[in-house]
């Protein structure tokens, strides 16, 4: 994971603050802002996926939430013919 990730100990932090008014556009644009911006992160791989997180939270059932991260869980692991390649290298 990249260094900027994780926070430092006292170290500098980024914090988002909007100075807007009640009842303004601002508002309804800044929510715009952050979904396009989980989306951006989730497209590109980028960390802080809590924006992306939140965002779907708040838009889906609860019964969808995990039928969706089962779907679009990706597994990392090798395939199990490449392990038993390598456990057998060498051998005849």
């Avoid at 980024?14 to 992160?41: F, G, N, T, W």
């Avoid at 059932?61 to 392990?83: C, G, H, I, S, W």
Wanted: glycine residues 4%.
């Amino acid at each position: 994971m990249p260094f900027w990730i994780f926070s430092r100990e006292n170290g500098a932090a980024i914090q988002r603050c909007l100075a807007s008014l009640p009842l303004s556009r601002e508002q309804h644009s800044y929510q715009a802002l952050k979904q396009s911006l989980a989306v951006y992160r989730m497209v590109f791989g980028q960390a802080r996926q809590e924006d992306l997180i939140e965002y779907l939270l708040q838009h889906l059932p609860e019964d969808r939430v995990d039928a969706l991260a089962r779907q679009l869980q990706m597994d990392l692991a090798p395939p199990r013919y490449r392990q038993e390649k390598i456990l057998t290298f060498g051998r005849s």
